[in-house]
């Protein structure tokens, strides 16, 4: 059964940073493309970005320049590292386990949705 477990949410200050990672279970993640995605109340969840299994990467052109995606095969976790956040960065974040990344989005994702980690971003 695929799982994931996101973490490493919380709240923090406009130019502030955070981290966030994500373990998955259940894949060959050697060969597993994993994304990023984030929602709030009042929009749809989307896709922030996507690594392929040897490392190429692609971002929504939102978090370009600010977010960095990265793996560690031999530990099985990706991370996200977001630096100068913004207030429009404040959602719950959910990674997500998948077949390719059609650009900055992991589809079809295989894993069912996490309970995401809340990142907050204030002024």
């Known amino acids: 059964q695929v799982q994931v477990r996101e973490s490493g949410g919380g709240s923090v200050q406009t130019g502030g940073s955070l981290r966030l990672s994500c373990t998955a279970s259940g894949v060959d993640f050697d060969w597993t493309y994993m994304g990023w995605f984030r929602q709030t109340p009042d929009k749809e969840r989307e896709a922030v970005a996507c690594?392929?299994?040897?490392?190429?990467?692609y971002y929504a052109d939102s978090v370009k320049g600010r977010f960095i995606i990265s793996r560690d095969n031999s530990k099985k976790w990706a991370y996200l590292q977001m630096n100068n956040l913004k207030t429009d960065d404040t959602a719950v974040y959910y990674c997500?386990?998948?077949?390719?990344?059609?650009?900055?989005?992991?589809?079809?994702?295989?894993?069912?949705w996490g309970q995401g980690t809340q990142v907050s971003v204030s002024s």
């Open positions: 690594i392929s299994p040897h490392g190429r990467i």
């Open positions: 997500a386990a998948g077949g390719a990344c059609r650009t900055h989005i992991v589809e079809p994702v295989a894993s069912p």
